[in-house]
């Protein structure tokens, strides 16, 4: 349940000359309905980006096509959570190379150079294509070929958080998409989807964001019955904004959690339970870590440090006209990110 507006038509997200929020983005909606028109501030200010993730079982892959102003980000990465064993690779490249579109899903994305052939189609009917070709530190070839379907009844958490008229952000969280395909490492193939559930993850950002901040993100998806789960929820860089991106989806359709969550975890220990409670009653869970990608780039001028846990949730969820569904053994991950861009 939430106390924040439902918008229902598309939207700008900035003032026509593109410098300040526009008041009526100010809200969610169930599809992506915001126009990021991000111009008219100084170099530095303006972060884009598309983050895919494919939680498959025993094995995550992810892409990132980045574009945060004073220079472009683009990575595959790889883990198979059974070994421990991952890979993948990160290129960084100068100002204007990464390009994204406003309307997220609408062009092509693609990035080739520095031994990295990315290529995110634009949406289609069949959903979205992820491609990638690259080779490891220790000389193995890499690539994957995956389709990420949206069902066309399927709803997400898009939300405007706004810390003030200046410095706000348009995420798009979108969860639980079927996906199948394939990875290749060497001569190792691995099946995505197909006999077993894999479930692709969708992360849009687009917005004018402070130097400096911290956030939560969570979310997972998985069958419990006869019922389709997807987990979204965030802290941290929503606090005191009157806005949030807590919800689920229960068999494709959106409950929006406008309250801010409580999470319990231990930076320090990142492997032991992560906890996600809703003071309201609406959800509670637990995600048990297999597997912690930590991360920690540049300095205290432009760095960033990252525990990303992948495991299994359980918990329950109940949905705004009361059903309560419990579940174990969800596909999911957590993650606390420390940013200074």
């Given at each position: 349940?939430?106390?924040?507006?439902?918008?229902?038509?598309?939207?700008?997200?900035?003032t026509?000359d593109?410098?300040?929020?526009?008041p009526?983005?100010?809200?969610?909606?169930?599809?992506?309905?915001?126009?990021?028109?991000?111009?008219?501030?100084?170099?530095?200010?303006n972060?884009?980006?598309?983050?895919?993730?494919?939680?498959?079982?025993?094995f995550?892959?992810?892409?990132?096509?980045?574009?945060?102003?004073?220079?472009?980000?683009?990575?595959?990465w790889?883990?198979?959570?059974?070994?421990?064993?991952?890979?993948?690779?990160?290129?960084?490249?100068?100002?204007?190379?990464?390009?994204?579109?406003?309307l997220?899903?609408?062009?092509?994305?693609?990035?080739?150079?520095?031994?990295?052939?990315?290529?995110i189609?634009?949406?289609?009917?069949?959903?979205?294509?992820?491609?990638?070709?690259?080779?490891?530190?220790?000389?193995?070839?890499?690539?994957?070929?995956l389709?990420?379907?949206?069902?066309?009844?399927?709803?997400?958490?898009?939300?405007?958080?706004?810390?003030?008229?200046?410095?706000?952000?348009?995420?798009?969280?979108?969860?639980?998409?079927?996906?199948?395909?394939?990875?290749?490492?060497?001569?190792?193939?691995?099946?995505?989807?197909?006999?077993?559930?894999?479930?692709?993850?969708?992360?849009?950002?687009?917005?004018?964001?402070?130097?400096?901040?911290?956030?939560?993100?969570?979310?997972?998806?998985?069958?419990?019955?006869?019922?389709?789960?997807?987990?979204?929820?965030?802290?941290?860089?929503?606090?005191?904004?009157?806005?949030?991106?807590?919800?689920?989806?229960l068999?494709?359709?959106?409950?929006?959690?406008?309250?801010?969550?409580?999470?319990?975890?231990?930076?320090?220990?990142?492997?032991?339970?992560?906890?996600?409670?809703?003071?309201?009653?609406?959800?509670?869970?637990?995600?048990?870590?297999?597997?912690?990608?930590y991360?920690?780039?540049?300095?205290?001028?432009?760095?960033?440090?990252?525990?990303?846990?992948f495991?299994?949730?359980?918990?329950?969820?109940?949905?705004d006209?009361?059903?309560?569904?419990?579940?174990?053994?969800?596909?999911?991950?957590?993650?606390?990110?420390?940013?200074?861009?």
């Amino acid at each position: 349940m939430t106390h924040e507006p439902e918008l229902r038509e598309p939207v700008d997200l900035c003032t026509p000359d593109g410098a300040r929020l526009a008041p009526a983005a100010r809200g969610w909606s169930r599809h992506p309905l915001h126009r990021a028109n991000l111009d008219g501030a100084e170099i530095g200010r303006n972060k884009r980006w598309d983050y895919w993730a494919v939680l498959a079982g025993d094995f995550v892959v992810s892409c990132v096509y980045s574009d945060i102003d004073v220079i472009g980000l683009a990575d595959v990465w790889w883990a198979d959570l059974r070994t421990g064993r991952s890979g993948g690779i990160g290129i960084i490249t100068e100002p204007g190379v990464m390009r994204l579109p406003q309307l997220c899903g609408t062009a092509d994305l693609q990035v080739h150079r520095d031994g990295l052939e990315l290529e995110i189609d634009a949406d289609d009917a069949a959903g979205t294509r992820l491609r990638a070709t690259w080779t490891e530190p220790d000389g193995r070839a890499g690539r994957f070929d995956l389709t990420v379907s949206r069902p066309a009844d399927l709803e997400s958490i898009n939300v405007v958080i706004p810390w003030s008229d200046d410095t706000f952000n348009f995420t798009s969280k979108q969860q639980a998409l079927p996906t199948t395909g394939s990875l290749t490492v060497g001569d190792e193939t691995f099946v995505i989807g197909g006999d077993s559930d894999a479930w692709g993850v969708l992360d849009v950002g687009r917005g004018r964001w402070p130097s400096s901040i911290q956030w939560n993100w969570g979310g997972g998806a998985g069958r419990t019955g006869d019922h389709v789960i997807g987990l979204q929820f965030g802290a941290r860089w929503t606090e005191g904004t009157g806005f949030t991106e807590n919800g689920f989806l229960l068999d494709g359709v959106a409950t929006k959690i406008g309250r801010e969550l409580i999470w319990t975890y231990d930076w320090e220990e990142a492997m032991s339970p992560w906890t996600i409670e809703d003071p309201g009653g609406q959800l509670s869970v637990v995600l048990q870590p297999i597997f912690d990608k930590y991360t920690n780039t540049g300095d205290a001028t432009l760095g960033s440090e990252v525990h990303q846990v992948f495991g299994r949730y359980s918990g329950f969820v109940v949905d705004d006209a009361g059903r309560r569904v419990e579940f174990s053994e969800l596909q999911g991950f957590a993650e606390e990110a420390r940013q200074n861009w």
